[in-house]
């Protein structure tokens, strides 16, 4: 997996800035990392940088139908938030893998019974901040794990 060191050398390498073999100086990169940072945060701005397609799984827990995605908090699932979830489907105990249907705000809402135990069928992801959250139709009665296709934004470099 490329870092941002890996970046920052090879952008200080290619601008003649340091030789091939000759360590990058710390405060030289770090100055070169939150160049990188500014430039990466730009492009997401104007929609220069489109988000990572990204396909995660997560262990659903019997009778609950709704999980939050974040970092902040406790999020259920310690994943970042999705700017959009593509695509859904469950794995059973049998890894044999279901599709969910993506429903509107407006399809779960007039769900009669939330509280409905069973497998899911449908889901709605509410891309709240700082946590988004995914409701199913019915909360999982048996074990199984959910997989969850989305689109992240690109996240900037903490470190080098």
Avoid: H
């Avoid at 941002?4 to 073999?21: C, E, K, Q, Y």
């Avoid at 939150?34 to 701005?45: C, E, I, Y």
């Avoid at 995914?134 to 074990?143: D, Q």
């Amino acid at each position: 997996m490329t870092t941002g060191n890996d970046l920052v050398t090879g952008a200080l390498r290619v601008i003649t800035t340091v030789t091939p073999g000759e360590p990058v100086d710390g405060t030289e990169a770090a100055n070169a990392l939150t160049v990188l940072n500014r430039m990466l945060k730009s492009w997401s701005a104007s929609s220069l940088m489109p988000p990572c397609r990204t396909l995660e799984s997560f262990p659903l827990v019997q009778g609950r139908a709704s999980y939050t995605f974040g970092q902040t908090g406790s999020p259920d699932f310690n994943s970042q938030r999705p700017d959009e979830v593509t695509f859904v489907f469950r794995r059973d105990i049998y890894n044999k893998d279901r599709p969910l249907t993506s429903w509107t705000k407006e399809q779960y809402d007039s769900l009669y019974d939330k509280n409905m135990q069973g497998l899911p069928e449908a889901y709605f992801y509410d891309p709240q901040f700082p946590n988004g959250v995914l409701y199913l139709n019915r909360a999982p009665n048996v074990p199984m794990t959910l997989f969850v296709e989305s689109l992240i934004s690109f996240k900037q470099f903490t470190n080098l």
